[in-house]
C-alpha cells in the first residue's frame, strides 16, 4: 500500500524555468491538497482540490497552478520558476472534510530555483 | 484566521518524558492534531483528539486539551532516541474543506 507518492523527490530549476509536480493516492480519497514548507512558517496550503475535476486556491496560489483530471493524481505546476519557489512541498489526501479522516501526507519535493 | 503556535526546540534525556506546548487562537476549532516528521520525510500523524475531550492516550502518548485556555499538548513517556523528530500541531475548524492550520513545528532532541 503506497498510500501518497510524490514525484520527484528532489528538483533544481533556473529561474524561469517551468515544472510539474505529480501527487498519486491509491487510498480513493476525494480531498487533495499542495502544501509548502518554508523554515519558521510551518505549513501553507498552495491549492487544494474536494474531487476529480475540482480546484481551488489556498492561502498562497500566486505562481501555481494545479489540475486534478484523475481522482487518484493531483498535479502542480509552476509556470515561471522564482527563486522565492524554493521550499519542500508536501501533497496530502483525506477521505472527505471531516476531522476525524485526518490528512496523510506525501515524503515531499525538495525543489531548489537558481 | 486561526493561529496556531508553538516553541521550536526542545530537548530531553532519553529516558524522561517530553512534553510539546501549542496553543492555538480559534475556539470553534473541532479537532487539534499531532504529526511527526522525521528528517527527509513528511508528516505522519500520530493522534488527534476532538475538541470535547479533555485528555486521550495511546500507548506512550498523552495529549491533554484545556479548551478554556485553547491549549494542546502532548506527552511521551520513556522518551526514545527514535523520538526525536519535529512535532507539529495542527488544528482544524469545522466545515469547509477540512481547512486545517499547522504550527511551525517543535524540533525534539532526545540525548542518549
Known amino acids: 500500500n503506497a498510500g501518497v507518492t510524490q514525484t520527484p523527490k528532489f528538483r533544481v530549476l533556473k529561474t524561469g524555468q517551468s515544472m510539474t509536480l505529480l501527487c498519486a493516492q491509491d487510498?480513493?480519497?476525494?480531498?487533495m491538497y499542495w502544501y509548502r514548507q518554508d523554515p519558521g512558517m510551518g505549513l501553507r496550503l498552495i491549492h487544494y482540490?474536494?474531487?476529480?475535476?475540482?480546484?481551488a486556491k489556498g492561502e498562497v496560489p500566486d505562481g501555481y497552478n494545479v489540475s486534478r483530471l484523475k481522482k487518484q493524481n493531483f498535479l502542480l505546476g509552476l509556470e515561471s520558476a522564482a527563486p522565492s519557489q524554493t521550499s519542500v512541498y508536501f501533497c496530502?489526501?483525506?477521505?472527505?472534510?471531516?476531522?476525524?479522516?485526518?490528512?496523510?501526507f506525501g515524503d515531499g519535493t525538495r525543489l531548489s530555483i537558481l | 484566521g486561526e493561529d496556531v503556535e508553538q516553541s521550536l526546540f526542545l530537548s530531553v534525556r532519553e529516558g524522561d518524558s517530553s512534553v510539546i506546548n501549542c496553543t492555538y487562537t480559534?475556539?470553534?476549532?473541532?479537532?487539534l492534531y499531532w504529526y511527526k516528521q522525521e528528517p527527509g520525510a513528511g508528516l505522519q500523524l500520530l493522534t488527534y483528539?476532538?475538541?470535547?475531550?479533555d485528555m486521550k492516550q495511546d500507548q506512550r502518548l498523552t495529549v491533554l486539551l484545556n479548551k478554556k485556555d485553547k491549549h494542546l499538548s502532548l506527552r511521551i513517556a520513556d522518551t526514545q532516541t527514535g523520538d526525536s523528530a519535529i512535532y507539529f500541531c495542527?488544528?482544524?475548524?469545522?466545515?469547509?474543506?477540512?481547512?486545517?492550520?499547522f504550527g511551525i513545528g517543535t524540533k525534539l532532541q532526545v540525548i542518549p
Open positions: 496530502a489526501s483525506t477521505t472527505t472534510g471531516a476531522g476525524n479522516q485526518p490528512q496523510h
Open positions: 487510498m480513493n480519497h476525494e480531498y
Open positions: 482540490s474536494v474531487g476529480e475535476g475540482t480546484t
Open positions: 480559534d475556539s470553534s476549532s473541532t479537532y
Open positions: 483528539i476532538f475538541s470535547n475531550m
Open positions: 495542527a488544528a482544524k475548524l469545522s466545515g469547509g474543506y477540512q481547512k486545517v492550520t
